[in-house]
């Protein structure tokens, strides 16, 4: 019975830190952000957010900027963020919200080559912004769902696919 009791108690200690193995965990006030140890692209990134239970990250503020290139970017160079670009406007993926607050870095986005879709931070600029091609690997940054509220309505309808 002991055993067994171990055993229950160490399947949930195990579960419970399952979402954080791997990524470094970052507070940025009330926020925590999961940091990925490795690369993938920007796809791939936002599923291995999502099979965790959680979402690729927003960037809300410049503390959660500063937050995150105080403790993440001395191992890393660039890392994706949850930023997509649909029909010419920057979105939130995890909640379709229209970016507020940005952090562009000067001449960005500049859309290189046509492709540059999803968002990534710059280490080497202190957390600045790029638009790139999202097929790049890149390491990435989840956070858990939820805590963005949507603050717009809803799109009234779909853009039409052509
Ligand atoms: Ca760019």
Sequence with gaps: MKLVLTIQVLGILLFNTEAKEGFRTVKAGSKTFYVSNDKRDWFRAQAECQIRNLV????KSKDETDALYRTACSSRDYMWIGGYKYYGNWHWISTGELLKYTNWDKGEPNNKGGKENALEVRCKTR????????????????????????????????????
Excluded: H, M
């Excluded at 690729?56 to 960037?59: D, E, G, L, S, V």
């Design 56 to 59: 690729i990250a927003t960037i």
């Design 127 to 162: 957390g600045g912004w790029n638009d790139k091609d999202p097929s790049a690997k890149r390491f990435y940054v989840c956070q858990n769902k939820d805590v963005d509220k949507r603050q717009s309505e809803p799109l009234e309808s779909a853009p039409e696919i052509l």
